[in-house]
């Protein structure tokens, strides 16, 4: 049982479609993270949002548009996407960001396949 | 520039042996550090944090050793179970924490 909820698990999409991917975090954190994880390569880290305010944007391109409505919420909006795109999407939350001994709780990910 | 450094392996381990992996970090002014495990296509899952004075839980034995800037992972009587890949990840305060790359279990039977 995860404290962080992911939804969908599973996304196929055309590249003239859009999608969201929808994380809710249960654990009373303010930090949320998007992590990008391709077929055997490392996390990336996307995007950070603490106290629903965005702190980081890892020079992400803008067919991946995150929202954070409010510190239980974060969604990933997804428009004209290409197939290298089609990885592993992790959402994760933690205390604030800046806080000592932050521990990340992952989702169980959305794995997006772009056609 | 904040580095993670993980031998990548694969590291090929029968069951029941010992095995230990080292993670090598960049920033002296860390301050936090885990150890997660991977499954294949699953997300990564926290395993232990790492304390200065080292820590135990079961058959996993985590330490940090900051004048060498590096922590280890040390698992004892490996299971079958204890393939995955291993995270190392270090950070904390505003730096916010770093990933290593990961390295590669095989228990095999």
């Known amino acids: 049982e995860t404290g962080v909820t992911q939804t969908p698990r599973h996304l196929v999409m055309g590249m003239t479609n859009k999608k969201s991917l929808k994380c809710e975090q249960h654990l009373g954190h303010n930090a949320m993270y998007w992590y990008k994880q391709s077929a055997k390569k490392p996390l990336e880290l996307m995007f950070v949002y603490n106290f629903k305010e965005q702190t980081e944007n890892n020079s992400v391109p803008s067919r991946f548009s995150p929202e954070c409505p409010n510190s239980s919420h974060l969604f990933l909006h997804l428009h004209t996407l290409q197939p290298e795109d089609s990885a592993l999407y992790l959402c994760?939350?933690?205390?604030?960001?800046?806080?000592?001994?932050?521990?990340?709780?992952f989702g169980s990910g959305t794995q997006l396949s772009v056609l | 520039r904040k580095e993670v450094e993980q031998d990548p392996g694969p590291f090929n381990v029968p069951e029941g042996a010992t095995v230990a992996f080292n993670c090598t970090y960049s920033?002296?002014?860390?301050?936090?550090f885990f150890w997660y495990r991977q499954d294949c296509r699953k997300e990564p899952k926290l395993l232990m944090s790492?304390?200065?004075s080292g820590n135990e839980d079961g058959r996993f034995t985590a330490q940090l050793n900051r004048a060498s800037q590096y922590i280890s992972l040390l698992i004892r009587d490996s299971k079958l179970s204890d393939s995955a890949t291993y995270l190392c990840?270090?950070?904390?305060?505003?730096?916010?924490?770093?990933f290593g790359k990961g390295t590669h279990l095989i228990i095999q039977p």
């Open positions: 990840v270090v950070g904390g305060g505003a730096d916010g924490l770093t």
């Open positions: 994760a939350s933690s205390r604030p960001q800046g806080a000592t001994n932050e521990k990340l709780f």
């Open positions: 920033n002296s002014a860390s301050q936090s």
């Open positions: 790492v304390y200065s």
